[in-house]
T-cell receptor, first 113, second 114 residues
């Protein structure tokens, strides 16, 4: 596609439920990042994928968070047993290669009630 | 350790005044440098980038930034700000061709006084 696409744009879920957030990167981009941005805060790195290499999961805040990238393209971020502190905007970005210019999606605003 | 520092959390300037946002980095390779802007309720948009060559780079919306290797800095400037420049600005450092991912500063929130 022309840009990075994220879905849903907004998600309201009940505490304890699982959620899946989707990211469609720009075609041909080998690097894909997930970030979390809480209200008024900066970017919190979660995970990144680079080609076929093992992902860097060092930013995932707990084992309730996981992500996968199928076929080197679409990525899904899964949050299990959501907590209120998980409420934030989840941003996905892709770049032609790691360390290069990142192109961001519009984000998914997650609200846990 | 690799890091990016944006020392100013908030900056307030009057409309029409000049602007400089600071960015300092510590990086273990020749850096690629970026400034992004995030307007309220919007996604992040690239303002400008430095890869090599002329150390003064021009970006969109009248912004420019200067790479100073000796000071490990990449400060963002604009000669005359407009109210529409009110946003949060993020500096990032990367190194294409290495395994280093982008490292982000914490952001500087720009407030414009009428």
């Amino acid at each position: 596609g022309a840009g990075v696409s994220q879905s849903p744009s907004n998600k309201v879920t009940e505490k304890g439920k699982d959620v899946e957030l989707r990211c469609d990167p720009i075609s041909g981009h080998t690097a894909l990042y997930w970030y979390r941005q809480s209200l008024g805060q900066g970017l919190e790195f979660l995970i990144y994928f680079q080609g076929n290499s093992a992902p860097d999961k060092s930013g995932l805040p707990s084992d309730r968070f996981s992500a996968e990238r199928t076929g080197g393209s679409v990525s899904t971020l899964t949050i299990q047993r959501t907590q209120q502190e998980d409420s934030a905007v989840y941003l996905c970005a892709s770049s032609l290669e790691v360390g290069g210019e990142a192109f961001f999606g519009q984000g998914t605003r997650l609200t846990v009630v | 350790a690799q890091s990016v520092t944006q020392p100013d959390i908030h900056i307030t300037v009057s409309e029409g005044a000049s602007l400089e946002l600071r960015c300092n980095y510590s990086y273990g390779a020749t850096p690629y440098l970026f400034w992004y802007v995030q307007s309220p309720g919007q996604g992040l948009q690239l303002l400008l980038k430095y890869f090599s060559g002329d150390t003064l780079v021009q970006g969109i919306k009248g912004f420019e930034a200067e790479f100073k290797r000796s000071q490990s800095s990449f400060n963002l400037r604009k000669p005359s700000v407009h109210w529409s420049d009110a946003a949060e600005y993020f500096c990032a450092v990367g190194a294409v061709g290495s395994n280093y991912q982008l490292i982000w500063g914490a952001g500087t929130k720009l407030i414009i006084k009428p």
